[in-house]
């Protein structure tokens, strides 16, 4: 069974920065793509930032410019540097990955992490 945890929410103010990681657990052939998504308080879950497995990067329009997501394919993980962040980053931040186990090809969501962006 896989499992995706996430770390590194938190309280920061508006124009601080955050980072947050995700690691994959289980028995792991390989991973694919790998993201984070967020939820906002009454809204929908939205992309923020996705990476292959050969290092290409996607972000969403209102991330560009201050998130950075990196991995680390030895780890199993992914990270999320979130830099001036703006009240309205306040989400829930989930990790997302297409694993490969001997069951064959899946997607697999975390359990989420609460950022707030706060003064």
């Known amino acids: 069974q896989v499992q995706l945890v996430e770390s590194g929410g938190g309280l920061v103010q508006p124009g601080g920065s955050l980072r947050l990681s995700c690691v994959a657990s289980?028995?792991?052939?390989?991973?694919?793509?790998m993201g984070w998504y967020r939820q906002p308080p009454g809204k929908q879950r939205e992309l923020v930032a996705t990476?292959?497995?050969?290092?290409?990067?996607n972000y969403a329009d209102s991330v560009k410019g201050r998130f950075t997501i990196s991995r680390d394919n030895a780890k199993n993980t992914v990270y999320l540097q979130m830099n001036s962040l703006k009240p309205e980053d306040t989400a829930v931040y989930y990790c997302?990955?297409?694993?490969?186990?001997?069951?064959?090809?899946?997607?697999?969501w975390g359990q989420g992490t609460q950022v707030t962006v706060s003064s």
């Open positions: 990476i292959t497995s050969g290092g290409n990067r």
């Open positions: 997302n990955a297409d694993v490969r186990v001997i069951q064959g090809q899946y997607n697999h």
């Open positions: 289980g028995v792991i052939l390989s991973i694919y793509t």
